[in-house]
C-alpha cells in the first residue's frame, strides 16, 4: 500500500486515475463520505497491486468500552490479536465489579474472529478515576488479593475470557515493589490454567523519573512480573495540556529506548493512540480544555473549514488550525504518516506488537496499513 498527500487541485477521480486504481477502493480506505471531499496535505491510504511477503509477525491488542459500536467492534475484530475489554473494578475486599454494560456479546464476537478477550482489571473509585488508595489497599493486603484471584479466576472461566490485562495508574511510590509482586502473584496464580497476564506501563524515560505517574511503576519488575507489557506511549498532548501532537514518534523513542534496557522487547507492544484533539489558543493553564475527537472526524473538520493540514516532521505527527467565533483552534491527530512511523519501531527494536487505545472509533486506514507491513497473529 502507498501514501499518498492531497496536493490543490486533487479529486479522489484524479489520484485514483495516476495510479491505475479505483475510485472505490480510495474511498472504502479512506472512509470518505460523499461528495468525497479533500483536504489539502490529507494522507491518504492507496492499494496499489504488488507482491507483498509477511515478514514480521506482530500482535496486536484493542481497548473497547462495552458500549462499543457492533458495526465497528465486527470491522476491527479480524485485524486484532487480543480485545482488552475496559473494564472490571474492585473493592477494598477483592470483589469484582463487572462494567456497567454487559459484556457478553463482545466476548462471543471476538472468539467467532479467532481474537483473545482479555479481562481488563483498572482500580477505579466511586467517581470513575484511578483510584491509588484503592491500589494500596489491595496490593498490601494478602486477604483481598487471595479474593480477588479467586473471583478473577471464576469470572475467567465463567466468561470465556482468555488472560486478564492489568490497567492501573497513578501508583504511589511505596507500593512500586507491592503492585509489582501483586503482578506477579496474578501469573503464577492463573499460569496452570493457561490464562497470560498482561500490565499497562506509564512511559517512562528513567529509573528516577519523578512524577505520580512513574514513581510506582518499575520497568524491570513489572517486566519480570508480567507475561507482556504495553508502554502507553501517548497523552503527551491531553485534555488539560498545551496543544501538541498526543503520540509524538521523538518522545515515543525516548520511552522504547528506555524499556528495552529493563524489559525484553518480545514481551513488548507500544502503545497507540486512536484519537486526537481540538485545542483553543492561547492557552491557559488551568483553564483550557482539549476535545476530543477520533482521526476521522479531525480530517473532516479540516475540509469543513477549509484547513490544510500540515505534518510536524519532529513529532511526525499532523496538525492544522481554524478559527470559529473568533477562538483560535489547533487540531492534532494521527494518519497513515504517523502511524507509519510508530509501527516502523516494532521490527528496530524487536517489539511484540502494538496496543491500540481505543478501539472505539473506526480507523481503517491505519488497520489495513499494519496488515499490510505485518502478518497479525491470531489465536
Known amino acids: 500500500m502507498e501514501i499518498y498527500v492531497v496536493k490543490p487541485g486533487d479529486s479522489v477521480d484524479s489520484i485514483a486515475t495516476s495510479h491505475g486504481i479505483s475510485p472505490e477502493s480510495v474511498i472504502y480506505n479512506n472512509q470518505l463520505t460523499y461528495p468525497y471531499a479533500l483536504a489539502i496535505g490529507q494522507a491518504l491510504l492507496l492499494s496499489i497491486p504488488s507482491q507483498r511477503t509477511f515478514s514480521y509477525p506482530a500482535h496486536t491488542n484493542g481497548y473497547a468500552y462495552s458500549y462499543i459500536n457492533k ?30 454494560v454487559d459484556d457478553t456479546f463482545m466476548i462471543t464476537a471476538a472468539r467467532s474472529s479467532g481474537t483473545n478477550p482479555l479481562l481488563t482489571l483498572t482500580p477505579f473509585g466511586p467517581d470513575g478515576m484511578f483510584n491509588n488508595n484503592l491500589i494500596t489497599s489491595l496490593v498490601n493486603s ?9 473471583n478473577l479466576l471464576a469470572t475467567l472461566d465463567s466468561s470465556d475470557f482468555a488472560g486478564v490485562d492489568i490497567d492501573f495508574e497513578y501508583i504511589l ?44 511503576m518499575d520497568y524491570a519488575l513489572l517486566g519480570e512480573a508480567a507475561d507482556s507489557v504495553l508502554l502507553m506511549t501517548y497523552e503527551w498532548g491531553y485534555t488539560f495540556g498545551p496543544p501538541m501532537a498526543v503520540a509524538p514518534v521523538n518522545k515515543v523513542r525516548e520511552v522504547v529506548d528506555y524499556a528495552v534496557t529493563r524489559i525484553d522487547p518480545a514481551k513488548i507492544d507500544l502503545g497507540i493512540p486512536n484519537y486526537g484533539y481540538d485545542f483553543t489558543l492561547p492557552y491557559e493553564r488551568g483553564v483550557s480544555r482539549a476535545r476530543t475527537l477520533s482521526n476521522h472526524q479531525a480530517v473532516q473538520l479540516a475540509i469543513s473549514v477549509d484547513a490544510p493540514i500540515s505534518f510536524d516532521e519532529i513529532a511526525m505527527s499532523p496538525f492544522f488550525q481554524y478559527e470559529k467565533d473568533g477562538v483560535l483552534h489547533e487540531v492534532w491527530f494521527e494518519d497513515v504518516r504517523s502511524l507509519a512511523e510508530k509501527y516502523s519501531l516494532l521490527p528496530q527494536y524487536g517489539l511484540r506488537g502494538i496496543g491500540v487505545w481505543q478501539i472505539m472509533s473506526l480507523f481503517r486506514a491505519g ?4 496488515r499490510d507491513r505485518f502478518s497479525i497473529a491470531k489465536a
Open 173 to 216: 511510590p511505596q507500593d512500586r515493589v507491592p503492585f509489582a509482586d501483586f503482578v506477579a502473584q496474578t501469573r503464577d496464580f492463573l499460569a496452570p490454567y493457561g490464562y497470560p497476564v498482561s500490565v499497562a506501563l506509564a512511559p517512562k524515560t528513567s529509573d528516577s523519573q519523578q512524577g505520580t505517574l512513574y514513581e510506582g
Open 71 to 100: 458495526e465497528v467492534l465486527q470491522e476491527t475484530l479480524p485485524f486484532l490479536s487480543t480485545l482488552s475489554v475496559f473494564s472490571y473494578g474492585f473493592t477494598p475486599e477483592g470483589e469484582l465489579i463487572p462494567p456497567t
Open 142 to 150: 494478602e486477604e483481598a488479593k487471595k479474593t480477588l484471584l479467586g
Open 367 to 370: 488497520w489495513l496499513l499494519f
